[in-house]
């Protein structure tokens, strides 16, 4: 995938089950509204069965998402724009105000 896929939603039974980190729309239910979520496909810690993991989840306590309580994926961007990219491949001299010379006053 690149980064050009972000923004494109696509049917959760298209999305990719190899690990990789997708954004997801969560189906609204009696619970409350739909939401989006960050996801991965895999095994939670205490189970036999593979499903959608949040990825913000604690170990110990994964939480979990089951095709039919997804709606929608879409990958994650994966680079950054072209012009940030070169500002931060850049040699900026340092500003003014970090520079100790003459002492910190104190």
Not at 2 to 22: E, H, K, N, Q, V
Not at 57 to 62: G, I, N
Not at 68 to 75: A, G, I, K
Request: negative net charge; aromatic residues 10%.
């Amino acid at each position: 995938m690149s980064g050009t896929d972000f923004g494109m939603w696509r049917p959760i039974a298209t999305a990719p089950r190899d690990g990789s980190r997708l954004l997801v729309v969560i189906r609204p239910s009696e619970q409350g509204a739909g939401e989006v979520d960050v996801v991965k496909w895999g095994r939670p810690k205490h189970s036999s069965d593979d499903c959608w993991i949040a990825v913000d989840s604690d170990a110990e306590c994964q939480f979990v998402y089951t095709d039919s309580e997804l709606v929608f994926w879409m990958p994650l961007p994966t680079n950054f724009p072209t012009r940030r990219a070169a500002l931060l491949d850049a040699d900026l001299p340092e500003p003014p105000f970090l520079s100790e010379d003459g002492g910190s006053g104190i």
